[in-house]
Structures are given as C-alpha cells and as structure tokens.
C-alpha cells in the first residue's frame, strides 16, 4: 500500500520560512519522479515543483522560482520543499505526489501525470 505523508506545514508571517517533508513507503520511491502541487480555497489545485528521480533536476512554477527549493533523500524515502520568503498568496494546502518513471521530465508539471498523492498540509502565510 502506497503511503505518501507530507509534514511540516503551518501559519507563518510574510517573509518567513518553512520546510515541507513527504515520507513515502510501500513503493520503490527512488523510482519515482516527485512534485508538490498546492491548493488555495476556491481555486485549482496547481503545479509548484517537481524534481526527477535522482534528484539533479528540478522544475518550478513562475510564482516560486527563486523562493522556493524541491529536494529529495532517497535513502530516506523523503522529499522536501524549502520555501523561503513566504508571501500571503502561499497559503494553500500542499501536497505531494508521484509520478511514474517512464514520465517525461517536460510534463512533471501535469497533475493528471501523478498516480499517488498525499493527504496534504495546510500552509497559512500571515500579512
């Protein structure tokens, strides 16, 4: 049984920083292509970052580039998102999810391209 758990959310002031984490088990996560997505109320849920199975690529939205970091510890089973210089239009649910390997890197932005997704953490950015 596939598992995906993100941690580390919360209510932050502009400007502030916070370390999302995704822990996953039952699978072979190394294989996995990974990308966080989020989802403000009332809007679509929406693409934020996504890196490639080692690692050693990564893609981001406009809105997140230069603030925010997506990494991953294989041997950890476990993917981050360092967000930094948070800003009130951050606040969302965040998830994360996998994708299978055979994925192009060019299409990690595509939630319909994820096959196992997690619960979500809330991320409040106060002004």
């Known amino acids: 049984q596939v598992q995906l758990v993100e941690s580390g959310g919360g209510l932050v002031q502009a400007g502030g920083s916070l370390r999302l984490s995704c822990a996953a088990s039952g699978l072979t996560f190394s294989t996995y292509p990974v990308g966080w997505f989020r989802q403000a109320p009332g809007k679509e849920r929406e693409f934020v970052a996504a890196?490639?199975?080692?690692?050693?690529?990564?893609t981001y939205a406009d809105p997140v580039t230069g603030r925010f970091t997506i990494s991953r510890d294989n041997a950890k089973n476990t993917a981050y998102l360092q967000m930094n210089s948070l800003q009130p239009e951050d606040t969302a649910v965040y998830y994360c999810?996998?994708?299978?390997?055979?994925?192009?890197?060019?299409?990690?932005?595509?939630?319909?391209?994820?096959?196992?997704w997690g619960q979500g953490t809330q991320v409040t950015v106060s002004a």
């Open positions: 890196t490639t199975t080692s690692g050693v690529h990564t």
């Open positions: 999810a996998t994708a299978p390997a055979f994925v192009p890197f060019s299409v990690l932005s595509t939630a319909a391209k994820y096959n196992f």
